[in-house]
């Protein structure tokens, strides 16, 4: 078992038992035992962006240049490889990082998510070139006597191999996997599990062929309590035997899968076969008064002359928790605000450039100086833009004007129409007269 952490830098570190290398590993594969975070240094000079880890191997999304440029990411994988979990065609370890062809710098892909089970991965990307629809794929490679690359079949893969069942022209926004089934989600809600069924939370006599009765080997879409989307899907995760999806913008999670020690959240130990709302805890009296105490605090610390702080009346207790809960409110309201608008400007910039948001997005007068001029900014993308994100823009300008006016034809057809309906009525009334 291992850990792993990016740091601010975009520098990997990792520890545990890790596939580090050392001198006493020269001539076979073995774990390093460290019990402090112990830097890798073969990203040196590289950024790292994403990174997971199963039982016994790492993959990590790296920058090929110094810097993250949004598309440039290579895909690297090391450690045990005994079912093929690294991607690289062998059941060969390997004790240093090594890129993964499928997602090398001159990929047609950009991988953009990554996830590992106990011995499999599952990748998310995209196309580079640009095309007329957002899609995204989802590759499996490893261990798959449980269904968990969703392949349809049981049988293991050394290389990476897309996931065939998952419907075109969806756009996934995650992927996770637990030691043996693998969980995605789309932008538009709908939640896909494949793979040991215990994590699937699936009625167990589903007879799907697997190891298990019930294992799942292509995918199965999750239904909720309204139906088979769920709303605002943020990420979904998986622990060893249950999936968790946020939802709702952050604001809702469902659960589903084993429950034992109560990991479900839904204050119950059983199983659940469909997804279960978490149960969050109410706020506490004693967590009102805290924070009631710390405003009560700090509004009384600006009394002149250093006086000592007396006891509040009830009178001053009243206000100071109108005032909290008036705080509340308006913070609430600008959390719903800023939820709406991460939203829509995430699914304009992917509508455009075929790819999620990310902060290097966001054009640098507006993070330094709150200001923005459009047509300044307008102009430096422009300037700044590849051949590929041009030809984007193009298709999606082309497209909306071409709606725009077919839009306008439509209704003035529609108020031509009217017109000489009108005008028929008119005359026919004159003629009855």
């Known amino acids: 078992m291992m850990s792993l952490a990016i740091d601010n830098l975009g520098g990997l570190w990792m520890w545990g038992s890790c596939p580090l290398k050392s001198s006493s590993n020269e001539g076979g594969f073995s774990l390093v035992t460290t019990f402090t975070p112990t830097p890798v240094w073969d990203f040196y000079g590289h950024t790292v962006v994403k990174v997971a880890c199963g039982n016994e191997h790492v993959v990590a999304l790296v920058s090929a240049g110094e810097t993250y440029k949004g598309e440039d990411l290579v895909c690297f994988?090391?450690?045990?490889?005994?079912?093929?979990?690294?991607?690289?065609g062998d059941k060969e370890y390997r004790n240093r990082p090594e890129i993964v062809e499928a997602f090398n710098q001159d990929s047609p892909f950009a991988v953009y998510e990554v996830a590992c089970g106990a011995f499999h991965t599952a990748l998310l990307t995209h196309r580079k070139r640009p095309s007329d629809t957002l899609e995204s794929m989802c590759w499996t490679f490893g261990l798959g006597e449980n269904g968990q690359l969703g392949h349809g079949t049981t049988q293991s893969v050394l290389s990476p191999e897309?996931?065939?069942?998952?419907?075109?022209?969806?756009?996934?926004?995650?992927?996770?996997?637990?030691?043996?089934?693998?969980?995605?989600?789309?932008?538009?809600?709908d939640v896909w599990s494949w793979g040991m069924e215990k994590g699937l939370g699936l009625y167990p006599d589903a007879s799907y062929a697997g190891r298990d009765t019930g294992d799942a080997v292509?995918?199965?879409?999750?239904?909720?309590?309204?139906g088979p989307r769920f709303q605002d899907p943020v990420q979904v995760v998986c622990g060893a035997a249950h999936t968790v999806l946020v939802a709702n913008d952050g604001y809702k999670l469902w659960s589903w899968g084993r429950g034992r020690s109560g990991v479900l959240g839904n204050g119950k130990t059983i199983d659940c076969y469909a997804p279960t709302v978490v149960l969050w805890p109410p706020v506490t009296e004693d967590f009102k008064q805290e924070e009631?105490?710390?405003?009560?605090?700090?509004?009384?610390?600006?009394?002149?002359?250093g006086d000592k702080i007396g006891e509040k009346n009830s009178t001053g207790d009243a206000e100071t928790e109108k005032r909290l809960?008036?705080?509340?409110?308006e913070m609430k309201l600008l959390q719903s605000k800023l939820s709406v608008m991460e939203k829509y400007a995430g699914i304009l910039h992917g509508s455009i450039f075929g790819k999620p948001m990310e902060e290097q997005d966001i054009p640098v007068s507006l993070q330094n100086s709150g200001s923005y001029d459009i047509t300044r900014e307008w102009e430096n993308m422009l300037e700044s833009a590849d051949r590929a994100k041009l030809v984007r823009l193009e298709k999606f300008y082309r497209n909306m004007l071409a709606g725009v006016k077919d839009k306008q034809m439509k209704k003035r057809i529609q108020e031509m129409i009217k017109e000489c309906l009108n005008s028929s009525t008119i005359n026919r009334g004159k003629g009855d007269v």
Do not use: R
């Open 292 to 305: 009631l105490n710390t405003v009560d605090k700090e509004a009384t610390a600006t009394i002149d002359d």
């Open 218 to 226: 292509s995918p199965l879409q999750i239904n909720g309590l309204n």
């Open 325 to 329: 809960s008036s705080a509340m409110k």
């Open 162 to 189: 897309p996931v065939k069942e998952l419907p075109q022209y969806i756009y996934l926004v995650s992927v996770d996997c637990g030691l043996f089934h693998t969980s995605v989600v789309s932008s538009a809600g």
């Open 77 to 88: 994988s090391w450690g045990g490889n005994n079912h093929g979990q690294l991607g690289l």
